[in-house]
């Protein structure tokens, strides 16, 4: 296997707003970076999926990345999201994260102008040499619509020195085995309902969305794994499940911001076309969370 970037828990951190308008609360951002440094969080990753990306644009991109490694690069292993849907401004934004001191990037497959198999080995490979930093390919084919073949990863593997790893989010164990199996990529629970199954073929890890509100205890559900205490992480993951599919009862990251505004966290709102959630949906996240334990 390739050296990787980091082992264990990865949060995939929410970016707060402030106000009707929706700015970054940066203030709430560094409160939240230092939630996660004292609280064992092993990564730091900014600006995927669960950070919003998708509404920021290119100039907020570049400012988040910025200050988010101005107060954390050398204190906490930080991965920058840089991922696009047009290779240019993905190797811009790569460049960029690797200029301020990021230590590696989460690259999603582009979305909506969906690449052959062909395509896709040439956009990961113009990334990869753009930047020396090590890469993580984010493969989440039920929001992009584009499903990497095994082959693709074996290509990627073999001729790209620094693609590491992989996001598997596609929640078929399946898939992360076979890559596994065949390649010497680093594979990633891109989900949290499969950390301790994914570690148990290898896996080094998770990208977590549950850690958002709960980091001590998803860096321990990876570290007891990782050290032989198999039975308690397997135990621990177990009572936290039916929390983490609450929290995926509605888009992603619309119940993670939902329930750390209920626990106190004030991380404000998203930005359309993300809204609120559905009351009988609320109810139901709220259940899952007294279940588990949390108090509000």
Known sequence: MKKQIFTGSGV??????KGEERAVNYDKLAELLEFHIENGT??????????????????????????????????????????????NSAIHLSQFAESVGYDGLLVVTPYYNKATQKGLREHFCAIAKSVKLPIIL???????????????????????????????ATGDLAVAAKIK?????????GNDDIIVPIMSIGGLGVISVVANILPKETHDICADYMNGNIEK??????RMLDLMNALFIE?????????????????????????????????????AMKDYGLKF
């Open 251 to 287: 888009v992603n990251p619309i119940p993670i911001k939902e329930a750390m505004n209920i626990l106190g966290y004030n991380v404000g709102g998203m930005r359309l076309p993300l809204c609120g959630m559905e009351e009988k949906n609320l109810d139901k996240l709220k259940a």
């Open 42 to 87: 092993d990564a730091l990753i900014i600006l995927g999926t669960t950070g919003e990306c998708a509404t920021m644009s290119m100039e907020e991109h570049r400012d988040v990345l910025e200050f988010c490694a101005n107060k954390a690069k050398g204190r906490i292993t930080l991965i920058a999201g840089t991922g696009s849907n047009d290779t």
């Open 138 to 168: 984010y493969h989440i084919p039920g929001r992009t619509g584009v499903t990497v073949s095994l082959e693709t990863f074996e290509y990627l593997d073999k001729n790209c020195e620094n693609i590491v790893a992989v996001k598997e």
């Open 233 to 238: 992480s397997r135990n621990d993951f177990l």
């Open 12 to 17: 995939a951190l929410v970016t707060p707003f």
């Open 181 to 189: 199996a065949h390649t010497e990529l680093g594979v990633y629970a």
